[in-house]
T-cell receptor, first 113, second 113 residues
Framework: GAGVSQTPSNKVTEKGKYVELRCDPI?????LYWYRQSLGQGPEFLIY????????DSGLPNDRFFAVRPEGSVSTLKIQRTERGDSAVYLC???????????FGEGSRLTVL | KQEVTQIPAALSVPEGENLVLNCSFT??????LQWFRQDPGKGLTSLLL?????REQTSGRLNASLDKSSGRSTLYIAASQPGDSATYLC????????????FGRGTQLTVWP
């Protein structure tokens, strides 16, 4: 695609529910990143994929958070037993193999009531 | 851990002024530094990317400089316009390989006509 696409753009859920957020990177980009941004803060790193494998998942806050990228393209961020503190904008970014510039999607705004 | 600080947190200026936004980082062993723009409710748009071996990059009215040894970067905006109003984020990639970026909290810029 022309840019990084994220769905849904907005998600409202209740505490304790399960949520999936999807990211479709720029076609051909091998590296994919998930970040989380709270109001008034800079983006906070969650996980980085190179191809299908997670090259760095040190930013995942706890075991309720999990991400996959089974075919090396689309990625899904999964959050179990959501808590109010999980409310944030979840940003996805991708990068080409020979480039170091990161391209971001518009984000998925998650609100946990 | 890499800490990124941006000063000022907010800036409000009349149209036409030349501006300097500052970014500092604690670990000088960086791979690259990237400046982003973020409009309210939107994702991040890449403005300039400086590799660790470079001193500056220019794009139109924007110029970014990098002083690795002192852990500083500045973003210079010439002849500011109301359309420049946005939050500007600085991010550094640490180490010798491409991976996660560490972000500052941003500078919220308002340019009034």
């Amino acid at each position: 695609g022309a840019g990084v696409s994220q769905t849904p753009s907005n998600k409202v859920t209740e505490k304790g529910k399960y949520v999936e957020l999807r990211c479709d990177p720029i076609s051909g980009h091998t590296a994919l990143y998930w970040y989380r941004q709270s109001l008034g803060q800079g983006p906070e790193f969650l996980i980085y994929f190179q191809g299908t494998g997670a090259a760095d998942d040190s930013g995942l806050p706890n075991d309720r958070f999990f991400a996959v990228r089974p075919e090396g393209s689309v990625s899904t961020l999964k959050i179990q037993r959501t808590e109010r503190g999980d409310s944030a904008v979840y940003l996805c970014a991708s990068r080409g193999n020979r480039e170091s510039e990161l391209f971001f999607g518009e984000g998925s705004r998650l609100t946990v009531l | 851990k890499q800490e990124v600080t941006q000063i000022p947190a907010a800036l409000s200026v009349p149209e036409g002024e030349n501006l300097v936004l500052n970014c500092s980082f604690t670990d000088s062993a960086i791979y690259n530094l990237q400046w982003f723009r973020q409009d309210p409710g939107k994702g991040l748009t890449s403005l300039l990317l400086i590799q660790s071996s470079q001193r500056e990059q220019t794009s139109g009215r924007l110029n970014a400089s990098l002083d690795k040894s002192s852990g500083r970067s500045t973003l210079y905006i010439a002849a500011s316009q109301p359309g420049d109003s946005a939050t500007y984020l600085c991010a550094v990639g640490r180490g010798s390989t491409l991976g996660r970026l560490y972000f500052g909290r941003g500078t919220q810029l308002t340019v009034w006509p």
